[in-house]
């Protein structure tokens, strides 16, 4: 499976940027879908998933700010990222998640996008 990542920019703190991620020709209606970034000279970190029936769970540094969703419809899932902060700045990658679980590390993801960048300035 083959994610698109979309959506990311330059953007001034306290900004918005929405995120988009789609699986063109594939049904992800059954997977769990999560985002994570991972800025330079850091670990990749968990931001946001969202499962199969639209549970969500967020990471505590972005909850209130960002909200994740999905379009099984149209094989999207986004991310509207609102407030943002110079410290919201790195590559943010989508991901699926076969067995349906929401896990908040990378390793149990099953497929992942190519990265968009987010660059938020003071």
């Known amino acids: 499976v083959q994610l698109q990542a979309s959506g990311g920019g330059l953007v001034q703190a306290g900004g918005c940027l929405r995120l988009?991620?789609?699986?063109?020709?594939?049904?992800?209606?059954?997977?769990?879908m999560g985002w994570f970034r991972q800025a330079p000279g850091k670990e990749r970190e968990f931001v946001a998933a969202i499962s199969s029936g639209g549970s969500t769970y967020y990471a505590k540094s972005v909850k209130g700010r960002f909200t994740i969703s999905r379009d099984n419809a149209k094989n999207t899932v986004s991310l509207q990222m609102n407030s943002l902060k110079p410290e919201d700045t790195a590559v943010y990658y989508c991901?699926?998640?076969?067995?349906?679980?929401?896990?908040?590390?990378?390793?149990?993801?099953?497929?992942w996008g190519q990265g968009t960048q987010v660059t938020v300035s003071s």
């Open positions: 988009s991620c789609a699986a063109p020709g594939r049904t992800f209606s059954s997977y769990a």
């Open positions: 991901a699926a998640e076969t067995t349906g679980t929401l896990p908040t590390t990378p390793g149990p993801y099953d497929y």
